[in-house]
C-alpha cells in the first residue's frame, strides 16, 4: 500500500521494484507499461518484474513480455 507522500505528485512516478513492494524513488501519479505504454495509476500496479524493473498493465502485457524474452534466447 502507498502512503500519502509516496501517491502525491503530478506526472510519471520513478519506481524501484521489490519481491513484494515497491519503493517510490520519484512521486507520481502513475507508470508506464512497458510493453503497451499505457499509463498504470500507481495505486492500481499489480504486475511487475523485479529482474526487469518495469511495470505491466495487466498479466496480458506479462505474458507477451515472457514470449518476447524467449524468443530472443
Known sequence: MLG?????????AVVEYGDSNLRVVRPGRFVRCAVTGVEIPLDAL????????????DPDAVMVRLRDSSKSA
Do not use: D, K, N
Open 46 to 57: 499489480r504486475y511487475w518484474s523485479v529482474e526487469r524493473q518495469e511495470a505491466y498493465a
Open 4 to 12: 500519502r507522500f509516496e501517491r502525491g505528485g503530478s506526472g510519471e
